[in-house]
Every structure is written in C-alpha cells, then in structure tokens.
C-alpha cells in the first residue's frame, strides 16, 4: 500500500483560513498530516503556513486525485 501527498499553501495564515482548509480537505477524504508555518523575523505571527495531507493511493486513484504523470 503506498500513499500520495497533497500539500495545500495558505498566504493568510489565520484561524478560519486554516479551519477552512482542514474541512475542505478531510471532506474529500483526505487525512490531516501536519502543518508548517513560515516566520518572518519582523513578526510573531506567521506569513505562510503549508499544510499537508495523505491518502491511500489506491483510494486516490479510485477518486481522480492520483499522482501527476510524469
């Protein structure tokens, strides 16, 4: 069994935005992995976070989000 990725990108990092991704994604099947914030030195609060989920690429495949070719 192998997995396939999907990293989503958020340039607004903030409560909704992030809630809005996770609910969007796990909707549709995916499994929450993590979430990585970018920092700039001038803030506290992050200017960008990466937020990744997995699925099943057998599961993937059967729901049209396989893998690229490449």
């Known amino acids: 069994m192998s997995t396939v990725y999907k990293v989503v990108e958020l340039?607004?990092?903030g409560e909704?935005?992030?809630e809005a991704v996770?609910?969007?994604w796990t909707a549709k099947g995916w499994a929450f992995d993590s979430v990585h914030f970018a920092m700039?030195?001038?803030?506290k609060?992050?200017?960008m976070a990466f937020v990744s989920f997995t699925k099943d690429a057998e599961a993937a495949k059967r729901d049209g989000d396989g893998p690229p070719v490449r």
């Not at 700039?40 to 803030?43: A, K």
């Open 11 to 13: 340039a607004q990092v």
């Open 16 to 18: 909704e935005e992030l």
């Open 22 to 24: 996770l609910n969007e």
């Open 40 to 43: 700039r030195e001038s803030s």
């Open 45 to 47: 609060r992050p200017s």
